[in-house]
């Protein structure tokens, strides 16, 4: 039986959500599944995918061949490296050990990518309404400014009869 690993669409309409799944070649893309390894929500920014790394391995040793998405999505979590890394260890490249360490230090400078660009993506956004929110008030105080010379207009003209009756009151 040929073992595919493929996503299988979830969600509404416009807004899909896929799991990561084992299944066979022949059954249909949102059929039978033989196991769920994950799952890939592409509307998060960056996107989010959870991974079942070892799972994932399993399949891949057995024979299960990723379709071309789902092989992105594999690399981007380290399935695949974590794969080579145990064929060098069952040809006697490496040893479990150090196999397990450079898994773990390319997932710590994974980590730290993803980190800085989800901290960009968060710093853009804050410029950008810091930046709105300076043209707003400049666009505000524009309007204020246009206001006010009617307003000392008025007051002046209300002023003057106030100030001639003063005046008068004085004088008597």
Do not use: C
Not at 55 to 81: C, E, F, H, I, M
Not at 113 to 124: P, R, T, Y
Not at 134 to 151: G, M, Q, Y
């Amino acid at each position: 039986m040929p073992v595919k690993i493929r996503l299988q669409r979830h969600g509404k309409k416009g807004k899909p959500y896929y799991w990561i799944v084992a299944a066979d070649a022949r059954s249909k893309r949102d059929g039978r599944y033989l196991e769920k390894l994950g799952a890939y929500n592409p509307n998060t920014n960056p996107a989010t995918v959870e991974l079942d790394v070892d799972g994932a391995v399993k399949w891949l040793q057995n024979g299960a061949q990723p379709t071309d998405t789902a092989r992105t999505l594999l690399s981007y979590k380290g399935a695949l490296l974590k794969n080579h890394l145990a064929g060098g260890v069952t040809k006697g490249a490496l040893t479990e050990e150090q196999a397990e360490e450079k898994f773990k230090a390319w997932l710590d400078e994974k980590e730290a990518k993803i980190q800085a660009k989800a901290d960009g993506l968060s710093e853009a956004e804050a410029k950008a309404k810091a930046e709105a929110l300076a043209a707003e008030k400049a666009v505000n105080e524009a309007r204020v400014a246009a206001a006010v010379p009617v307003a000392e207009e008025d007051a002046t003209e209300d002023d003057a009869p106030v100030a001639e009756a003063e005046a008068s009151n004085e004088e008597e």
